[in-house]
């Protein structure tokens, strides 16, 4: 195996594989998750070899150099940061207006909303509202289940304000009477809901 030929004097060898590599990138058609199952016991043949998460590696060895990481950093696009997620105002104000939820729900203490809450998180909601055009638009439009990034935003701030009502609402809510909530309690996709931005005051 090509692992078992890295000299001995590495002491830690990084394996970084995207999760979009299996099933999507390498279909299963071309064994990819054959290839990932057999993966460890190839490796561990090797008795010079063993499996570490981050924390044991960093104890069992001492550091090296430091390493300068002064703002965030991602595998994303050309810029390699955060803007494929907050890189424009409809992100930005999906990420703010999610997140500003975030201290009455823990008031609420309801764990169905909380879930909900927490789906909203999935960072592919704020990833199909990227507007970037020109080099890194195709990727943004790979598998995106919107026309554009402003149906993207138009649902999920919908599904937002359905959420805000339920966590203002002390009597509780029946998450039959709400459809969004219904999608989300079942862990279906938000693209079943109609993208058409509602006036305030009128109820889902």
């Known amino acids: 195996h090509w692992l078992h030929r890295i000299r001995r004097e590495e002491a830690v060898v990084n394996l970084f594989m995207d999760y979009e590599t299996f099933g999507e990138h390498q279909w299963r058609e071309t064994g990819i ?3 990932l199952s057999a ?3 190839e490796i561990l043949r090797h ?4 499996f570490q998460t981050p924390a044991e ?3 069992a060895h001492e550091a090296t150099q430091e390493i300068a990481c002064p703002g965030f950093i991602s595998w994303a696009d050309e810029e390699r940061d955060t803007t494929a997620w907050l890189g424009n105002a409809l992100q930005q104000d999906a990420a703010g207006k999610l997140y500003a939820l975030e201290a009455a729900l823990r008031r609420r ?3 169905g909303l909380i879930r909900i809450w927490r789906m909203l998180q999935t960072s592919d909601h704020l990833y199909y509202m990227c507007t970037k055009w020109f080099s890194d638009g195709d990727v943004h439009r790979y598998f ?3 026309e554009s990034p402003y149906e993207a935003y138009i649902n999920y701030m919908n599904i937002i304000d359905d959420l805000s009502q339920l966590v203002k609402n002390e009597r509780g809510h029946d998450a039959a009477s709400c459809p969004r909530c219904k999608v989300l309690r079942a862990g279906t996709d938000f693209k079943s809901v109609p993208a058409k ?3 305030k005051g009128e109820k889902s």
Request: glycine share 4%; net charge neutral; hydrophobic share 35%.
């Open 144 to 146: 995106n289940p919107y």
């Open 39 to 41: 993966l460890p016991g």
């Open 57 to 59: 590696a960093a104890a």
């Open 47 to 50: 008795p010079d070899f063993r």
């Open 33 to 35: 998750f054959a290839f």
């Open 109 to 111: 203490k309801d764990e």
């Open 197 to 199: 931005r509602r006036d």
